[in-house]
């Protein structure tokens, strides 16, 4: 198995102390009880009993029911202890849903597109016992359980657990990350983010059968959400949802890898995950949209994103061996996005699936951002495995891309690029990845589509126009990053506070994890779905705060695997004090800085491994940094290159 010794190095390192573990909502235990009792129905005494294992037990009179809050989204398998029932024909039901709009002794939210699931069903009329189910009854995720009797027997249920089951492989509460600031709404977020991912990674073999399957006879009623699928190799993979889908997508990759890989770093669920793709690479090289049982379409986008997983995986990790064994794969596969570039210097995508946005085709500017990113990581990626034959042809490719999409697609009245030649839409997410991969050409012009796109928000986030009257926090995440890249950490921030703060308080929200989407009047409305019950309320794609506030806000960004060498370049915009770190194989790095004012700092300082060297940028500021070994490095114009050790600011 390459670089498992690699992968590992930042569970060691972090193990000994984990800064705020207070901020957290991972549990310390796996076997988890409800929190509190959200309602009750018809008869039922005792129900508080359930809150807590007390021994007394509830006692369900008849027809009736208890709604069961977890006081967070969780996921699992739920048993049921029950001490008697005074008929054999009983039954006691459980459905399960993420948000409270769903809460029913009927139905759970749903998994699939034909409407709410059925519920789990246990013959407790057999007697006194644990009843658990099979394991692919296990729920991925909710935050709301309620158990219901259906008939006129009595029952005395004693006590309601769930065997939490994401995360398989991690110590919950051992992240290898953190993040603090003097804005608490703002630390929850990073936090909650980094839960997201948690319950996003699950034991392989427990993936979405995707079909209805109904060869159970066990139970008195079918279920239509079998979690038995075996999606990837290994013992933990990342996914794109705790509920539904879990599956592997490489688009919700291109914002969840990085969040992962700076908060809990579960590195091998990413490369398993990414592993799965790269086994289903076809012989002309296009890589899937979606791992297996997926088989629906191809996306060009999401091609793109398998090969940006990969690019990431290795900067995070360091594993050569890895990336090397996967080399022949990756070039095929930027040999295959190449073939659709034409004279225009652009590719002209004839794929239209992508992250369910409308009129993804022609020389589209998000598929040719991506594509241009794709193009300048993989020369860097050949450099570090010293395989640079392509980069030639690779760069000047990428030089046409970047020709193109100015002039063909650049709106100057508007301040934004058109989302291809026959439309007059700017989209979110080609603007945002125009920023992101440097297709602007200017400072100025990357300004002007940060105030563009900010200009348009709402009062609950930031729109995607080209997928209707949604929001996107997948696309809102690289948004984050375009801003702090524009040099706008407020807007970045402002966003965050905006688009996340509701996603995290607001009653309909699970308040511990990130919704896949919504709508821009702010309900749970998604416009690519029919069935609002279907969205994901813990969606890894959703989670890019945790690591733009990690890369931006506190400004610790690697610039060669694992941070052999590093850039520290803080941009805490109205953030007064922030303290952050992350873990590689190399070892800690952090930033803690105070402002008391203004630009000027009161506080700076900085710890990378000894052996690394780095960049370190503070605009406008004149100083000294002094290691703690008594080295002293000058600030020139707010830059100084210094090796890797711990350093503080001694100000002009």
Not at 209 to 219: E, M, V
Not at 316 to 331: H, P, T
Not at 355 to 382: C, K, P, T
Request: with cysteine.
């Amino acid at each position: 198995m390459f670089g498992a010794t690699l992968l590992l190095l930042p569970l060691v390192a972090a193990a000994s102390h984990v800064p705020y573990e207070e901020y957290i909502l991972a549990p310390s235990s796996r076997d988890l009880f409800p929190a509190s009792v959200y309602q009750v129905n018809g008869s039922v005494t005792n129900a508080n009993s359930l809150v807590q294992f007390s021994g007394k037990g509830a006692t369900f009179n008849g027809v009736s029911s208890v709604t069961l809050d977890f006081g967070k989204n969780v996921a699992g398998l739920v048993s049921l202890d029950v001490s008697s029932a005074s008929s054999s024909s009983a039954f006691l039901s459980v459905t399960f849903t993420e948000s409270s709009l769903w809460i029913s002794s009927e139905y759970s939210d749903a998994t699939g597109n034909s409407g709410f699931d059925r519920p789990l069903w246990f013959n407790v009329g057999k007697g006194a016992g644990k009843y658990t189910p099979a394991t692919k009854f296990q729920r991925g995720a909710f935050r709301y359980l309620t158990v219901a009797s259906n008939t006129s027997a009595t029952v005395v249920l004693d006590a309601l657990r769930v065997n939490l089951t994401s995360a398989p492989d991690q110590n919950l509460r051992k992240y290898t990350g953190w993040f603090h600031s003097d804005d608490e709404l703002i630390n929850k977020i990073w936090y909650a983010g980094a839960y997201t991912n948690q319950l996003c990674t699950i034991e392989p073999t427990a993936g979405d059968s995707i079909t209805s399957q109904s060869d159970d006879i066990s139970l008195p009623e079918m279920n239509n959400w079998y979690n038995n699928y075996t999606i990837t190799n290994g013992t933990s993979t990342i996914t794109d949802g705790a509920k539904r889908d879990r599956l592997v997508w490489p688009g919700d990759m291109a914002i969840s890898l990085e969040s992962i890989a700076v908060s809990t770093g579960d590195l091998y669920s990413i490369r398993m995950g990414l592993e799965s793709l790269f086994i289903l690479q076809q012989a002309d090289g296009r890589l899937p949209y979606a791992g297996t049982p997926f088989s629906f379409g191809a996306s060009y986008t999401y091609h793109l994103h398998n090969l940006i997983g990969m690019s990431f995986l290795y900067r995070f990790s360091g594993d050569k061996a890895w990336a090397l064994s996967y080399w022949d794969q990756y070039v095929l596969g930027v040999k295959w996005a190449l073939e659709s570039v034409d004279s225009t210097g652009l590719a002209n995508v004839t794929l239209s699936a992508d992250w369910l946005r409308y009129g993804m085709g022609g020389h589209n500017i998000e598929a040719n951002s991506i594509l241009y990113f794709v193009l300048n990581e993989a020369q860097d990626l050949a450099k570090e495995l010293n395989q640079t034959s392509m980069n030639p042809h690779w760069a000047s490719v990428a030089a046409g891309v970047k020709s193109g999409a100015n002039k063909l697609l650049w709106d100057s009245s508007a301040g934004m690029y058109r989302d291809n030649q026959t439309t007059s839409l700017h989209p979110q997410d080609g603007n945002t990845w125009a920023i992101k991969a440097n297709i602007t050409q200017s400072e100025t012009q990357r300004k002007t589509i940060s105030a563009a796109l900010k200009a348009r928000w709402g009062p609950y986030g930031a729109p995607a126009p080209e997928a209707g009257a949604t929001i996107s926090p997948f696309i809102g995440g690289f948004e984050l990053q375009a801003h702090y890249i524009a040099g706008q950490p407020n807007a970045a921030l402002d966003l965050l506070r905006l688009q996340w703060g509701y996603m995290l308080l607001d009653s309909k929200m699970t308040q511990s994890t990130f919704i896949e989407g919504y709508s821009t009047d702010g309900s749970i409305h998604y416009a690519p779905y029919i069935d609002d019950a279907r969205i994901s309320h813990a969606h890894g794609w959703s989670t890019g705060p945790t690591y733009a506030l990690t890369a931006y806000a506190a400004g610790i960004r690697f610039t060669e695997p694992a941070g052999k060498s590093w850039i520290i370049a803080p941009q805490p915009g109205n953030l007064t004090t922030v303290d952050a770190g992350l873990a590689s194989a190399h070892g800690i790095f952090s930033v803690a800085l105070q402002r008391s004012s203004g630009e000027r700092y009161s506080w700076f300082s900085f710890s990378t491994p000894s052996s690394t060297t780095g960049i370190v940028q503070l605009p406008g500021i004149e100083g000294i940094l002094i290691s703690r070994t008594g080295q002293r490095v000058r600030l020139v114009n707010g830059t100084a290159h210094v090796p890797g050790g711990t350093w503080k600011l001694q100000s002009s």
